[in-house]
Every structure is written in C-alpha cells, then in structure tokens.
C-alpha cells in the first residue's frame, strides 16, 4: 500500500453484502465479515483506508448488521471513525450512499467495497480524478475472464466511452473491469433519487454519460479481487500468502516457530492456539485458523481451516473447513470443496472435488460423496452454451435430480409449457423438470410439440413466461429455454438461472399449492397454421416445392407450405425448389431448382430483401448476419437494425418477424414471394448480389477482452456490432466474435467469392495469433 495521503477525504463502504455464492463459508454472517487471515476481509478495507490517509468513514448496512457493528463498534481499534447506515429495504449501490449525503457533505468522497480484496494505489486514484476534473472516476482492473463484472470501455485518456454489465463472451472487447472503487462528486450523487432503489453500475454511471458529465476510468496499479465465490477466495488467500497483494497478516498469527517433527511448506499462515502434530504437513498456501488441529501424518495443502480438525493420515487440498468441521482418520477432501461448521467427515471416507456440504452434515464411514448437501441438493454446475441450451449426458450433468432443481427454480415463474423428442431419457428429463415446476406451485402444461421451434411458438401463442424442449440424441441432450416471444432466454437470464442452480436455490410449496399438469394437443395444426398465415401476402400462384425428409421440423416445414397453397413433394431431386429445417427448425437451407445450395446466411440477406420489397421495409439481423443485408437494405432506401447495437427497436422489430429467426416461417415467407410474383427460387437468388462466408476459430492463450480490444484499436475500420466486432477489409467483411465456452474468437469473413472469403477468414486468424502472443 502506496502513496500520498487522501487528507481529509470522507469514504463510504458498501457493507450490505449476504455472500449466498460463499456458502456455506458465509452462512449466519454478512459477506464483509468472512475471515480472511486473521481478521474479516472488511477489516482490511480499514487497514487500506487508513493507509491513505482516510479515517473519517460511513458503512453502509443491509444483511445481519449487528454482526458488523458489534465486532468493529466506532472503528477505534483499527484507528478510524465508523458511522452506520443500516438500509430497512434494498437501496442498490448508489441509492446506499446517497442515505449518507448528509454525513459526506459536499466535498468528494471515496466509494469502497467492503468485501474485496484489494491493495489499490487510492492516492494515485485521486491524483487522476482530480487532474481530469472528473464527476465520477472509477477504479478499473484487468481481467483476462471478466463474464462476471462490468465492462468498462474507455479512450485512451481515460474518458468513458460505455458500459456492459456482465457480458457475454460476444460482448467483451476489453479486460478492464469496474472494481467498485469510486471517486464521486456532489454533482454526480444529485442525479440520484432519494429513498429509491438506484445503482451505479447500471443506472447513475450510463446517466452521466448520457449527459456528457465528466466520466473517467483509469486501471489503477495494485491487486485487487472480488471475492465472489469460495474459489475466488481460495484464491485471494493464495495471493495474499505469496505476496501479491498487501495485507496485514500479523493479526492473530502465531510468532513462535512449529513444533519439532512438523513439516511446514512455505508460505503459510498459522493462527495461535493450534495444535499441529509431529509428522503432519501443512503447505504450501495453508492457513490453519485459531482452534484447528492437524494430527500426525495429516496433510493440509492450499487449504484454509477455520478451527476445523484434521485427523491421523488425512488429506486436505485445495479446500475450506469451517469451524468445528472434522475429516478423521485417511479421509480424503478434494479440491473446491468446503465443509460447513459441523461437518465430519467419516474414517477414509471421500469428499469429491467441488462439493459443498452444509453444516452438521455427516459423510459414512467409508462414504463417498460426490453431490454437494445442500437445501436443494444440486451438484454440477451447469452452463448455457453460445446457443442457448443446457447439454450434457444423460443421467450425468442431465441429471433428473438436477432437473427437478431446474424446475423449482422456473416454477416460479408460473406455467411452463413442455416438450420433447428423440427418446425416453428426454421424456424422463422432461418430466422431472415438470416435478419440479409443480413442486414450487407452477403450472405445467405437456405438450405434443414435435420441435423446439413448435414449443416455442406455444409459448409465444400462449405468452407464457417460460416453453422448454428437451431433445436427445444417443446418450446426450440440450434443454432448451425460451422466453414470453419464443425468444430463447437473454444473457442476463441465463446467468441468474445459472447461479441459483450453483446455490442450491429454489422453492417448495404446501401441498395445497402445488402446481397442476395440463396436456395441451394440436400444436403441429397451430404452428403451421399461423406459419401460412402471417407470412401470406394478398395473392398467390400455383406453386410446387419440394421438403426433404428426416427431420420432426421437416415433416411441420411441409404441413405448413401446404396450408399457405403449396404442392408439397417430400424428397431431394433437382428441378424443384427445395427446403430444409434443421437445429430444432429454427435454421432453414435451400436448394435452388438447379440444385445449387442457398445457405442459412443467404436466406437471411434474401428474406431481407423481401421484407423491403413486399413487407413493411423494416427489418432487425443479428450482428453476425451477412453484411450483404445493409447493401440490400440500402438499394430500398432503408436501414437495417442489428441486435445489440440498435437498442430496443430492433430487439422488437426481430420478435415481431418470426420469419427471420425460425425455419418454417421463413420457408413460408420465401415461398410466399414466389407464389405472388411466379418466379422461380433461383430468380429470386439472383437478385441479391454473390457473396460467401467462411467461418474459423482461433484458440487464445491470452484473454478473449483483451485479443478482442487490441483488434478494434488496430483497424481503423472496425466498429463494434453487437456480440462482436465489424471490420471493412477492402475485399469483404470480417466479423470477430469471443465465443463462450472456450477461450477462443469466431472469424466469420464475407466476400464474393470462396476463395477471398477463405483468404481473409486464414489472414486474420494470423493476426489474431500475433495479438495473442503479444505481452
């Protein structure tokens, strides 16, 4: 900790925090007061306070505030003075601090959060914020994998250029991160509403840019962590005991030198009153609390005990026991795993990676436990993939347990419309997420859709808050979720889904209340009734296509082409213009009637010039969609919107046109045009001018923000668009996309030919490379 002082400057420290993702480490306290070395972690915010010069200090409270008060009482024992802000209802960030306006006066003021870790330089935070004239300056941080905090887009003097609160992987262009430092002026804090739920992040920051009031962020020199998750702490204590980051250790910490015959592997942390026996390791990074005991031929490594025992021969490595927990005799603790207090762990019994037992919970002598214990009994976490789907094997990550979890958290919402194919298991797994759904008192409704996209025009038809499928192939599956518009479940949604699974949360209800099944049929007529319907225009031609076979969306493709007043033959041949629907009939692919292919991407550029010939010259494209579409748009006149980039307008312009993101509508839309106009499939195609993609991945070593943010600064023509990045070659279009389950970039290059698309797709993967291994 470095630095001039910041004299006379009054801070506020956002301590309100409940810490649900630290369970069970934070059960029965507030998150600011997980111990952390000696002391609660929001005793270390004072010591760095207090280090720049800072003594004069508000603490906000929320969760279990006695808890804090108690222990800290006016701050004299950590040589500042502490007021208390206790928040009766939730106020958000910035609507906390503006509780405490009063005590701040007029003069600017510090924010901090009271549960990080952190060594930031404050006074040269300070000396910037003062230099830039700035109303609000935030302490930025890099992250090589920041999809859990806030972006934070800045030029190269620091000025603010916009926010995204957590990102996808298709959103990141920049590793530095929003830590939750500030430097707040007056000014800012008049913009937000007294007595009224108000966030910094998310509402007085893009406030202020929108206003043209002086935003800065600079990334400020030191360490810092938001101690999120039981991982992130494991690793803040790791860096705390390498000397990466700057705390006062000495508190609590045994001076004098380890018994003879105990093996301590530095560096490590050990408390007073421990008894460590001859013939036990401990270390490297071990923290071994006040009260614990490690007995002879025990082993404690990268672990924390906080008053936790370690018996004769057992293991310990890479995991946190709170107090009282006992591992007896060669029992094993695997990485990621934390005991709550109480918990024993039997005689050579096992505790695998990653799980998480409740306190007083009991593993058998002998036991194996490979499911964490807790209230909603959930193991594995789950992740949505890029395309909006839970996979996973059958019986495995797929679990009915961890899909009657996955019910009780959607039950919540209300009714909940089913379907499945491809086999029993998708039934059974379909099935216990409708138990679930009824256990927390929602409605579900079973139905008799063929295809994700049948269930999803359920939903929509219905406006259902939630419609799911599950579809299996083989031993796997995907669960897919889609919103009130058939539209699959926003980022946002996913992540908070995501989380509650981790949690173990979700509801249960009396069985008064529990949630009744209803079957619902005749979703096939509907689907493909509604299809012909909305894509029709005024008048329409004989017309004879052709729908290949295989697929549950196919056999609907062809009921639905019917219905509009198609000649539907069923099959491959060439001559006729010919359709299928894939990925759960939400992609459609042609064939012109000489039996050239129309791919997805081409659909997309045609189905546009439709909608600006015949429809209402208004359409919305994802960002990745053929840049070819704007230059079709543009010969009309028009602008086309893109998702993510055009706001709320083209996000409602999309659900509206269902014919753009769903396969069987969009067949029915170009077979529509044909039928008004009489041409031929292949006629329509040669409207729109050639073009190709090619498409590629680059693997990264370093940090997806940061390969993404070094590509918009070096070309002078790359704009952000949506998920990614657009960037004019002078031969075609590339568009960079982060993708989200690997550490890797999605090239996507358009140009003319297949040859100058796949040159340009081989070009940039190179330098991407290059930005990769640059330091």
Known sequence: MTGRMLSEMKAVILAGGEGSRLRPLTLGKPKPMTPLLGKPVLGHILDLLRCHGVSDIAVTLRYLPAAVTDFFGDGTEYGVSLRYFIEDVPLGTAGGVKKCMDFLGGEDFLVISGDAVCDLDLTRLMSLHKAAGSAASLALSRRAEPLEYGLVRTDGEGKVLGFVEKPGWGQVDTELVNTGIYLLSKQAMDLVPADTPYDFGKELFPALLAQGVPLYGWEIPGYWQDMGDCEAYLDSVCDALQGKVSLDLAGGRETAPAPAGVEVVEPCWIGKRVLLAPGCRVGPCAVIGEGSTVETGAVVERSVLLGAGVSEGAEVTGAILCKGAVVHRRAMVGSGAVLGEGVSVGTEAIVAPGVKLWPGRTVPEGGKVTASQVTAGHSAPLKFSSGGALRGTIGEELSPETMVALGSLLGEKGQVALGWAGGEGAGMLARSIGCGVAAAGGAVMVSDAPCASAIAWLGRHYGLPLSLFVQQDGDAAEVRLFGPRGIPLHRAEQRKLEGALLRGEGARVPAVRVGAFETVAGVRPGYTGEAARLTRFRDFHTLTVQVERGEPANDLLAAALTVLGCTVQRGSRKGLPTFSADWGGFRLTAWDEEGSLISS???????????????????????????????????????????????????????????????????????????????????????????????????????????????????????????????????????????????????????????????????????????????
Do not use: N
């Open 601 to 775: 991407d081409r659909i997309l550029t045609l189905l546009t010039r439709i909608e600006m010939e015949q429809g209402d010259g208004h359409a919305a494209l994802p960002s990745w969609a053929p840049a070819m579409a704007e230059r079709v748009a543009d010969g009309f006149g028009r602008t086309l919107l893109r998702l993510g980039r055009d706001g709320e307008e083209a996000q409602r312009l999309w659900e509206d046109k269902p014919w753009f993101w769903d396969g069987v509508f969009a067949a029915c839309r170009i077979c529509a045009r044909l039928g008004l106009t009489g041409e031929k499939l292949s006629d329509l195609d040669r409207l729109v001018p050639k073009f190709v993609t090619a498409r590629g991945d680059v693997p990264l070593r370093s940090g997806r923000g940061r390969v993404m943010g070094a590509a918009l600064s070096q070309y002078s023509t790359a704009r952000k668009e949506g998920e990614g990045a657009r960037i004019w070659t002078g031969s075609g279009w590339v568009y960079l996309v982060p993708l989200s389950r690997r550490s890797a970039l999605r090239i996507i290059a358009e140009a003319s030919d297949m040859e100058t698309a796949q040159e340009l797709c081989d070009l940039y993967r190179e330098k991407l490379r290059e930005m990769d291994e640059e330091e």
